[in-house]
């Protein structure tokens, strides 16, 4: 679904304030249920989560950090709800089996690098993953999920979009107060410029990790070629934004909902207005696993990896997480 465009702002609109009672309602069950302990796992348990519905990055935080442990020979394996798709878990994700609507598009990027559990209970996916080798998890959102411990937590913040108009569901985007977020995690990922305010809201003493997205390789063969550039990610206007920096001249643009289920009619639809533009199509990694296999081959997919400001301050929040992994008997 596409976020409600008052979503944004300042949140002093009619409708937000129709809805802050049922808001109030939902932010004191995430409270309670949050105060459920969880299964503590017998192998550290590292979560990239953020405090509002929707796209942040986490998916990206979760790659970088994924490499950096398995570069230190730590067994890694991802652990995350599989939204957009219909399995429920605990399973091992298979992208030589498992397509989209199966398992979600973020299921199979993360499978695509390391092994990938999808499971709505992360306690019984974290046991699977244990069970299947698993010497550090990482997951993919699940801060706002009670049935798993978590050793160390990220709060990571989407520099353009912030925390919306500040309220919570259904009055605004978030799962709970950026407050209530913040003080389960160690450290906020701010990925972009703080065009929102987004800090101020959040404990003075929470550290801040700063990164920016920079798009990969074949971005590079783009820069001055004319594109028509889709996808259905939570802030298309990010993805937009990148293909311009790496000098893409945007012929066309077509956002799609976050998730978004494309099919062959739509597809057609696409290449042909690419063709009258005389425009290479383009989209995301992300979009591409959602496309039918039949038109992918025409389709250019732009990547984007995570560049810290302070590559030091990340390692040093991960490194205690390394050296508590168990030694195999």
């Known amino acids: 679904m596409r976020a409600p465009e008052f979503w944004t702002g300042d949140g002093r609109g009619a409708v937000p304030l129709l809805l802050s009672p049922i808001a109030a309602i939902y932010a004191a069950a995430t409270a309670r249920r949050m105060r459920r302990p969880g299964w503590q796992a017998p192998v550290p ?40 798709g219909t399995l429920q878990g605990p399973l091992r994700v298979d992208p030589a089996r498992h397509d989209s609507r199966a ?50 937590s990220l709060l990571v913040i989407d520099g353009t979009y912030g925390f919306g108009n500040g309220r919570v569901i259904p009055a605004g985007p978030l799962r709970e107060a950026p407050a209530a977020a913040a003080a389960r995690c160690r450290a906020a990922v701010l990925i972009g410029e703080d065009e929102t305010g987004a800090l101020a809201q959040l404990p003075p003493r929470l550290p801040v990790l700063r990164a920016r997205l920079v798009p990969g390789p074949e971005a590079e063969l783009l ?13 298309p206007r990010k993805f937009f934004g990148t293909l311009q920096e790496a000098g893409a001249v945007l012929a066309g643009r077509l956002p799609f909902a976050d998730h978004y289920p494309y099919d062959e009619g739509e597809l057609r639809d696409i290449l042909a ?5 005389r425009a290479i199509p383009v989209t995301t990694r992300k979009d591409f696993v959602r496309i039918p296999p039949a038109f992918r081959s025409r389709v250019t997919v732009v990547t984007v990896r995570l560049e810290w400001e302070e590559t030091a301050a990340i390692e040093a929040l991960i490194d205690p997480l390394a050296q508590r992994v168990p030694v195999p008997a």
């Open 45 to 84: 348990v590292l979560c990239c989560g953020n405090a509002t519905a929707g796209g942040a990055g986490k998916t990206t935080v979760a790659l970088d950090l994924g490499q950096r442990l398995a570069k230190r020979g730590v067994a890694v394996h991802f652990l995350l709800r599989g939204y957009g």
């Open 103 to 152: 398992v979600g598009d973020e299921a199979l990027l993360l499978a695509a690098e390391r092994p990938a559990w999808i499971s709505a209970d992360r306690g019984a996916g974290a046991r699977a993953a244990v069970e299947g080798g698993a010497q550090t998890i990482v997951m993919d959102d699940g801060l706002q999920n009670p049935t798993l411990a978590k050793d160390l």
């Open 223 to 235: 820069a001055g070629q004319p594109v028509y550039a889709f996808c259905g990610i939570a802030n």
């Open 273 to 277: 207005e690419a063709d009258r533009l």
